[in-house]
């Protein structure tokens, strides 16, 4: 798979993730698991990108004794989970034509 779409496609799994209301990194693995394998570093790094592209806000408080950090989804993410549904219509649209004619199993 191109890259740079996995690269797109991850940073919305992951704001996909916490679209329903604040988590953190070790919830969001285990939340995504069912539907893809994402390690601990990869998703630091998504984070990371994520809230530099101000499309999470992140906030640490203690947790059993340790710092823990939180993330929510603003607004400009929230857009583009919006976005990537759009998106996706002509994606499907491109794949239904490149596989025309052919017995595919989705």
Not at 71 to 100: C, H, N, P, Q, S
Request: aromatic residues 10%; charged residues 35%.
């Amino acid at each position: 798979m191109d890259i740079q779409l996995k690269r797109g496609l991850l940073d919305v799994c992951v704001l996909a993730a916490i679209k329903s209301g604040e988590s953190y990194g070790y919830k969001m693995i285990k939340d995504m698991k069912p539907y893809i394998e994402l390690s601990e570093s990869t998703l630091y790094t998504i984070l990371k990108r994520l809230e530099n592209a101000k499309m999470l806000t992140v906030r640490t408080a203690e947790h059993g004794g340790r710092l823990r950090k939180y993330y929510r989804i603003t607004e400009a993410g929230t857009e583009r989970i919006r976005e990537f549904k759009e998106d996706w219509k002509e994606m499907l649209a491109i794949f239904r034509f490149v596989t025309r004619g052919e017995n595919i199993n989705e």
